[in-house]
């Protein structure tokens, strides 16, 4: 059974940092491109954050500059360091497959607000 679960989410304040951890179970993740997404509640799902097989990183606008996702296969885990947040990043985060998604993790809630 495929399974994602993430964690190293809370709530800070605008200009703050978090780590986002994702274990993986079930599957091995090094073949495959693997993907943060958010979502608030109400309304779609959304990509954020992207790295593929061979370590390369793709990022929505909107996060560029701020967030790095990375992932280390041996571990079979991904990570989304997010810096100077902004309460616009307040939403639930969660990790998959970036192409060819499987069944979603509970997701961990980021909620950035003074």
């Known amino acids: 059974q495929v399974k994602f679960v993430e964690s190293g989410g809370g709530l800070v304040q605008p200009g703050g940092s978090l780590r986002l951890s994702c274990a993986a179970s079930g599957i091995s993740i090094g073949p495959y491109s693997v993907a943060w997404y958010r979502q608030v509640s109400g309304e779609q799902r959304d990509l954020v954050a992207t790295i593929t097989s061979g370590g390369s990183t793709i990022y929505e606008d909107s996060v560029k500059g701020r967030f790095t996702v990375s992932r280390d296969n041996a571990k079979n885990m991904v990570y989304l360091q997010m810096n100077n947040l902004k309460p616009d990043d307040t939403a639930v985060y969660y990790c998959?497959?970036?192409?060819?998604?499987?069944?979603w993790g509970q997701g961990t809630q980021v909620t950035v607000s003074s």
């Open positions: 998959n497959r970036r192409y060819g998604v499987l069944a």
